[in-house]
């Protein structure tokens, strides 16, 4: 369930008529709903109830800081996977006790910089980083927490570019080398042991992989347990997936995942963490973007935008579909006709959608583009030298940019010529 509606035959964000705010900031431009975003993070904040825990949002997913700040209003801790999104966590107001770091390639200067500002834990994916971690901590006279993150070789069943918990993946420890891996994290100096954490990839559309994992997971901790070690935390990372259509996806609830998780490894005792991107953010979102042409192409139409491939990557990089819909409402009855739905950007990768339904569309046209709060904004670039869109967040009646577009200039200002061109 969004936020992102029809009334009187206009799409509105919240109270907000979705046009006025084009109006006010132009196109193309990201929109997000504190009330969805509040929902979603509570859903999950509930389904793990009464256990204790702690929902660290993925920041990756939508890292600005008006978005974390109402999600950490809310008690969410964050994880980050870069010293950026670290820096950014803080800058936000998040304490370091409420932050956990993921990534495979931690640096040492990051590492450094979350044990100086503070750090709940670190999620350890390999021997040599929990090593580098023991070393920088030790320099710092402080203890570095950590979990290690177990690869349990399950297949997630989702699109390969994003699936992390099978053996041929980067990430995490192979499970058949924990206990090695544990023994010797307890005996380097400058480490506590306090968990384990497990990620096994992202929009999964059913509770089984997890539950797979989790099963792993559980035995795990009861293993080292005997072994002498203190497991007193989990974190499950995170992954489940969003309906992309109105129409007939219907993905696990969170109510669901937070039985299955009490189901798996509540007997255990231990303090639970998750970490959800995609669910509290994906559909908190949405990208408004406007008709520039209509083509009419040899046996096909296309629909040219404003918007364009390195505003919202995930078509071209995953096939991914996101539902486009037009801003006003068209009249019942309207023939739809095929579209394809693509940017200006000089390659035939940008194309949002092809032959997709539409009602009939117009140059200056305003379409919104769903499910597009998670991995929309983060993952743009200003390929072919196009601004990055705005960001603005909607709140009841109210709406605030809380990321204004760049001009020309600032962005051409960034480059610097050496004094040989001069
Ligand atoms: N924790 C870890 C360690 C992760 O690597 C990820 C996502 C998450 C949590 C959050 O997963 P979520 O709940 O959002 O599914 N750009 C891709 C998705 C990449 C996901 C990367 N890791 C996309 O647009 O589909």
Known sequence: MDHFLYRDGALHAEDVPVADIAAAVGTPFYCYSTAT??????????????????VCFAMKSNSNQAIL?????????MDVVSGGEYARAKAAGVSGDRIVF????????????????????????????????????????????????????????????????????????????????????AELPGLEVVGIDVHIGSQLTELEPFEMAYRKVADLT??????????????????LGIPYTRSNEAPPLPSDYGDLIKRTVGHLGCEVEIEPGRLISGNAGIMVSAVIYVKHGEGRDFLILDGAMNDLVRPSMYDAHHDIVPVFEPEPGLEQTPYDVV??????????????NMPPLKPGDLVAFRSAGAYGAVMSSEYNTRPLIPEVLVRGDQFAVIRPRPTFDEMIARDNIPEWLS
């Open 222 to 239: 009861e293993a080292l347990r005997a072994d002498g070690h203190a497991i007193r935390r989990l974190d499950l990372g995170g992954g």
């Open 69 to 77: 700040k109402t999600l950490a209003a809310l008690g969410a801790g």
């Open 102 to 185: 993921s990534g495979v390639g931690k640096t040492a200067a990051e590492m450094r910089a979350a044990l100086e500002g503070g750090i709940r834990q670190f999620n350890v994916e390999s021997e040599p980083e929990m090593e580098v971690l023991s070393a920088v901590a030790t320099s710092l006279g402080v203890t570095a927490p950590v979990a290690l993150r177990i690869n349990p070789d399950v297949d997630a069943r989702t699109h390969a570019k994003i699936a992390t918990g099978k053996s041929e993946n980067k990430f995490g420890i192979p499970i058949a080398r924990a206990r090695d891996a544990y023994a010797r994290a």
């Open 37 to 54: 975003l509040e929902r979603h993070f509570r859903l999950f904040d509930e389904a793990l109830e009464p256990m204790d825990h702690l």
């Open 343 to 356: 940017g200006p950007v000089c390659e035939s990768g940008d194309t949002f959608a092809r032959g997709r």
